[in-house]
Each structure stands twice: as C-alpha cells, then as structure tokens.
C-alpha cells in the first residue's frame, strides 16, 4: 500500500529521513548525551533525502531487472569473483574464545553492551577494558584485527569525544578562550562516550571474529526465527562483499569523465547479482 502511495524513491526518502531522525535520538539516549548532538540534525537531514532519492532510484532499478530476469555482466569484474561469497569477518581458529558455545558469547555481549551504556564509571570500564584484551589474546586474532574496527570508527570517535568537551559548560573550568570553555566535566564526558564506542565495537568484534556465519545464524534462529536470522547471515556474508567487488572494479578502471556514468549501473547490477546468489543458497 505504501508503495503505491509513495513509490520507490518517494518511501526510500521517508525511510532514510526516519532512519537519521531515530539515530541522533538513540546517540543522545544512549552515548553522547549532549543536546548539542541535534545542531546535526539540519545537515543530516539534507543527506538522507539525497540519499534516500539515490538509493529508492537504484532499488527501482534493481527490480526492475529482477522482474525481467535480465543475466547481469559487469564490465571489470572477474567471473569467479561473482561466486558465492564467505565472511570477510569470521576468522577459523581453535582458540578458547572460538570453541565457546555461541549462545553464551551473544549473551556476555549483550550483558556487556547493556552494561557499557547504563553506567559511567571510567573504572568500569578499563576493567572491561582489560577483560577484553584478555579475550583477544585467548582468541589469538593478534590486536590488530581486534582494532581494526575500532581504526574505522576513529572520526567518530573523535567526534564523540570533541562534542561533550566543547559544549559541556557545566563544572569547573579547565580553559577558557574567548567563547570556549573547557570542563573537566565535559572532558569526563568525551572520555565516557568515546570509551563506550571502543567498548561496544570490541565486543562485536570479538564475537564476529570467532563465530562462524552458520553456528550464528544456528544460534540466532532458536531466539528470533529463521527468517531474521537468515537475513542476518546474509548480510554478514554479502554486505562486504558487494564493497570488495565495488572497490575492485573503481581501482580497475581510470578516473575520469566516464567513471560517473559507470558507477550507477555498475552498483544497480552488483545488487541484481548478489540477490540472485542469495537465492542459490
């Protein structure tokens, strides 16, 4: 119904502007409680109708295609490359941490998540801090792998630590310039909400890395069915997937005037083709 009202591009709009809209709220909730956090709302709310419109168009597109169960062939992209994909994020090992039982790593996460954002102590959270290098090394990934999601995360981590210190005015004053004051409460603050960021991206990193798509998706489907959890698996093993092969086939052309009129295409036939490997599974 709502397609027929709205269209593709029309519902694609209002879901990525509700998308934007319920991520600062769940941000200022839950991480950075700052309501300095909602100045973004403007600049974000311009990008998720551009978005929206960008992504309703490639989706009318992408079913388009499926409905005229058109063959898709990408120019650049190898033919074996377009087999069915494995998980960029599960690394096999026989470590502890990957012979723990699945449902009791979801659990410690989720316990650990929930707990990382009910309290704010800095001392409870080196503690888990420390509790999670303990685990990265009995799961012998090497620190590097364990970080790297962090490393992706590191402007917003910034960002989650610059927002409380700039516009935290409450406490005693550290520095004062002009218009800026600097708290120590708001330098608490940014250190609190970067650190739940690092916390929070540990964990599920942790977890992806030493549990297997399957024993995953096995472990999920018992709690919230199997359709969810196939979606979920899914997503795990495509959504990297279909950047690789995006990644790979920008650097296999040169940059220049045609690269524009290319990219379009080039994304609406990845979907076309990652959707119809999905259904071989």
């Known amino acids: 119904l709502l397609m027929n009202v709205f269209g593709f591009i029309g519902l694609s709009v209002i879901g990525s502007a509700s998308h934007v809209a319920v991520q600062v709220v769940l941000v200022y909730l839950l991480l950075i409680k700052n309501t300095a956090i909602f100045l973004l709302l403007p600049w974000l709310g311009v990008s998720a109708v ?20 058109e063959i898709v062939k990408i120019e650049g992209v190898k033919e074996q490359e377009t087999s069915p994909l494995t998980s960029k994020t599960y690394i096999e090992g026989d470590s502890t941490v990957h012979s723990f039982p ?10 650990m998540i929930f707990a990382v954002l009910i309290f704010s102590n800095i001392y409870f959270y080196i503690g888990l801090f420390a509790l999670l290098l303990i685990l990265g090394s009995l799961s012998k990934l090497g620190y ?75 472990c999920l489907k018992k709690y919230i069915g199997k359709r969810l959890s196939e979606i979920m698996t899914l ?47």
């Open 235 to 281: 997503s795990m093993l495509y959504i990297p997937g279909f950047w690789e092969k995006s990644n790979n086939y920008i650097k296999g052309h040169k940059v220049d005037t045609k690269i524009a009129g290319k990219l379009f295409p080039m994304v609406v036939s990845l979907l076309v083709m990652l959707y119809m490997e999905t259904e071989e599974i």
């Open 144 to 218: 590097k792998k364990i970080f790297s999601g962090v490393k992706r995360l590191r402007v917003f981590l910034v960002f989650s630590f610059i927002l409380p210190v700039l516009f935290g005015n409450s406490g005693q004053s550290v520095f004062e310039a002009g218009f800026l004051r600097i708290t120590a409460e708001g330098l608490y603050n940014g250190v609190i909400f970067s650190s739940r960021l690092v916390l929070l991206m540990l964990a599920t990193t942790l977890v992806m890395s030493t549990t297997s798509p399957e024993k995953l998706s096995g």
């Open 102 to 111: 699945v449902t009791a790593k979801i659990a410690i996460a989720l316990i």
């Open 50 to 69: 551009i978005m929206g419109w960008f992504t309703g168009l490639i989706a009318m597109k992408v079913c388009e295609k499926l409905e005229k169960g």
